[in-house]
């Protein structure tokens, strides 16, 4: 199976960047997709964007065109690169794996790293 990890958050001014990373270690013998998620509090799950082990990347309509995810397969990590931060993507974010297609449902990804903190300030 796989472990996640991720790292990369921190307190950041609204407009500046910042490049989160979850790298997967143990079994890497089967392909995974992958999806970024954030909560807020008060908040369920919502989806941010993920990519397939083919390489293909969807996101969510609130972070087109602000957020990046690239894969660097020699370095087992997955990237989500994020521009232009608002105050309201202040969240923990997490990264995900599943088998199979690309899903917004939470519930149907298997394994979870333990989150990364984001916070945007004015």
């Known amino acids: 199976q796989v472990r996640l990890v991720e790292s990369g958050g921190g307190l950041v001014q609204a407009g500046d960047s910042l490049r989160l990373s979850c790298t997967a270690s143990?079994?890497?013998?089967?392909?995974?997709?992958i999806g970024w998620f954030r909560q807020a509090p008060g908040k369920e799950h919502e989806f941010v964007g993920g990519?397939?082990?083919?390489?293909?990347?969807s996101y969510a309509d609130s972070v087109k065109g602000r957020f990046t995810i690239s894969r660097d397969n020699a370095k087992n990590t997955i990237y989500l690169q994020m521009s232009s931060l608002k105050v309201e993507d202040t969240a923990v974010y997490l990264c995900?794996?599943?088998?199979?297609?690309?899903?917004?449902?939470?519930?149907?990804?298997?394994?979870w790293g333990q989150g990364t903190q984001v916070t945007v300030s004015s």
């Open positions: 995900a794996a599943k088998i199979g297609s690309l899903l917004v449902a939470p519930d149907r990804y298997d394994v």
């Open positions: 990519i397939r082990s083919s390489g293909g990347v």
């Open positions: 143990g079994r890497t013998a089967i392909s995974y997709t």
